[in-house]
């Protein structure tokens, strides 16, 4: 079986942009299924979930990189974390009462102030045992409209993206693709053969060939990234390099949980005990642990 669930660097013009592109399904579906969300929750999902491996390619990281939105709206919380070995998890909280007066467009979409209210999406890495922290904020009607607007505010880096997801048919299952592409800096090197307005002129060519690219290619399965990205960009000295494979994991553990149980007070920690045990449940991944009080305090 082909594997739908992959991440694929590449360059163009000789270096003067990079790109990186995406194809979800099969992950998605864990997602989706396990929880059991409606297809309008699913498309945010996919939405943010292409985002965070089209994002987290642009950064060095160890471990993980989360992506997360919080909301006041219908929508509380949307988090997708990626591992650097390509596993992908996520999960929605939000209430049924409240997503019922949420107005969804015939795709099922809809603006980010009617699902999330006032929000934020921030993103966050690991090097080195260092945290960092990006903060978006949630101002447009797309998640891609506010992670264009922070390029061009905070990073000031020229940058184009888009993104399209269709929930599971009778035919396959869900459907995402993603392409980013950004400029590189101004090439000295490249100076004595092209001007900054030749520069410039080429990286606007590559913005206008991103946005000819329709729904239908970004979530056909059988039609590849790599396939995809040559009908796009084969007379732009287009490279692309290996894709990396990506499929759903979460990386919740026993110890992890008793590690995380360890941040509560007693009080809190006696507040959860029920039937002399506390009962945790995996918000991305639905496992379930239970752990006894002593293992908590024996852990410290
Ligand atoms: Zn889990």
Known sequence: MANNDY???????????????VRLSESLDEIIKRHNYPNEIGLVLSQAALLTVLLSAG???DGIFTLQIQGEGAVKALVVSLTTDGK??????????DLAKVRFDENGHASLSNLFGKGQMSFTTEKSGQTYQGIIALEGDTLTDCVLDYFEKSE????????EAIPANTEHGWAAGGILIQKMPFDKKMAELLSQKEQDDIWETDVVLLNSVKKEELTDLNLTMEKLLYRLYSMNDLHYFMPSELKFGCQCSQSRVINML???????????????????????CGEKYEI?????????
């Not at 991440?7 to 592109?21: K, T, V």
């Not at 000031?156 to 993104?163: A, F, L, N, V």
């Open 59 to 61: 950064v060095k990281y």
């Open 292 to 300: 006894a009080p002593e293992q908590i305090k024996g852990a410290q």
């Open 262 to 284: 360890k941040g509560f007070t007693e009080s809190d920690l006696d507040g959860m005990i029920k039937d002399g045990k506390i009962d945790i449940t995996c918000q991305f």
């Open 7 to 21: 991440s694929l660097s590449f360059i163009l013009e000789n270096g003067m942009s990079r790109g990186q592109s």
């Open 88 to 97: 992908i998890r996520g999960y929605v909280h939000y209430e049924d009462a």
């Open 156 to 163: 000031q880096i020229g940058t184009q993206i888009k993104i």
